[in-house]
C-alpha cells in the first residue's frame, strides 16, 4: 500500500477513536440500546460495504475512465485546461456529484430502501456516519 492509504486510515482511525473514547466519557444522552449492539451492526455495515465498493467501484471506474479517454469522450477531454486546475474542478464537480447523488437516494423509492439504514439509527453517534 502506499503511504497516502495509510496516512488516511491512520487520520480516519485516530479521529474515530478519539470520537469514540468522547462519547464513552462524556456522553450527550442516554442511549435506548446498548452500544456494543449498535456499534457490532453499524461497523459491520461498514466493513460489508467498504469490502464490496473496494471490489466493484475500482473495476467500474478503471473501465469507465479507459473507455471515455479511448473515445474523447468528457468534458476534460473536450478542453485544454492546466492539470491542477483539472484536479480542482474534478473534485468540486464530484463532491456536487456526490450531494445530488444523495438527495437521488432520499427521492426515488427503490434507492431509499438502500440508503435508509445510513438513517435508521435512532442514537446518533460516531459509528452512525
Known amino acids: ?10 487520520s480516519f482511525f485516530s479521529i474515530l477513536i478519539i470520537m ?3 462519547e464513552w466519557q462524556k456522553p450527550a444522552r442516554q442511549a435506548p440500546i446498548k452500544s456494543s449492539t449498535r456499534w457490532f451492526a453499524n461497523f459491520g455495515l461498514v466493513f460489508a460495504s467498504s469490502v464490496i465498493a473496494r471490489l466493484v467501484v475500482p473495476i ?9 479517454q479511448e473515445h474523447g469522450i468528457g468534458l476534460f477531454n473536450q478542453i485544454a485546461l492546466p492539470s491542477s486546475l483539472i484536479i480542482i474542478l474534478s473534485i468540486l464537480l464530484l463532491d456536487i456529484l456526490i450531494y445530488w447523488q444523495h438527495r437521488l437516494f432520499h427521492q426515488v423509492p427503490i ?3 438502500l440508503h435508509r439504514v ?3 439509527d435512532a442514537h ?3 459509528s452512525t456516519g
Open 1 to 10: 500500500m502506499t503511504n497516502e492509504v495509510w496516512w488516511r486510515l491512520g
Open 20 to 22: 469514540m473514547l468522547l
Open 60 to 68: 467500474g471506474l478503471t473501465a469507465v475512465a479507459l473507455y471515455t
Open 111 to 113: 434507492l431509499w430502501r
Open 118 to 120: 445510513h438513517h435508521a
Open 124 to 126: 446518533v453517534d460516531t
